[in-house]
């Protein structure tokens, strides 16, 4: 009796670990969940405020155009093209930020500060976002989750390659 004990109690604590393993791992898509929304959130406004800028400031017709172009792409994109688009955004956004600091163009106060502060949220955003891909597949990666399909038919995260560019 006390040997069927011994390998009821081994068990239990084997299904205990697997299920907390499992809840563990579906915490962390949740976190992948939320840093890339909090991201793309800011990847709109970063968006949005390019419209802002190309709208309200007398820049040179070509750059206004380009500017204005790439935001909206950044905007519309699907998610399969958001790679391309949102890398011209920065592209684009790098060239606007050099020819102001250069005095080539004027742009409105605060436009450019605002501008400023939010690629600077978009670093942060993108490295915890990164941080939480990263955890998911170091843990997706060890045999137990791979073995007991503790993932379930979770995806694995997606890594944009916008998410490696110079801001």
């Known amino acids: 009796m006390s040997k069927f ?3 009821l109690l081994v068990f239990l ?3 205990w670990y697997l299920s907390f393993s499992a809840s563990r791992l579906d915490r962390l898509h949740h976190r992948v969940e939320t840093s890339w929304e909090h991201l793309d959130a800011l990847l709109q406004r970063r968006a949005a405020l390019a419209l802002e800028i190309a709208h309200q400031s007398e820049l040179d017709p070509s750059l206004d155009m380009l ?9 519309e994109a699907p998610m399969t093209d958001r790679n391309e688009a949102e890398s011209l955004l920065s592209e684009s956004l790098k060239v606007l930020r050099e020819s102001a600091i250069a005095g080539e163009i004027h742009i409105k106060v605060g436009l450019l500060d605002r501008l400023t502060d939010i690629t600077e949220k978009i670093r942060i955003a993108i490295s915890i976002h990164l941080e939480s891909v990263s955890a998911v597949e170091n843990v997706r990666s ?7 399909h503790l993932a379930g038919r979770a995806k694995l995260p997606f890594h944009y390659s916008f998410e490696d560019d110079q801001l």
Do not use: W
């Open 13 to 15: 604590l084997f299904a």
């Open 67 to 75: 500017l204005t172009a790439s935001a909206y792409e950044s905007r």
């Open 142 to 148: 060890k045999l137990v989750f791979k073995l007991f």
């Open 5 to 7: 004990l011994v390998i």
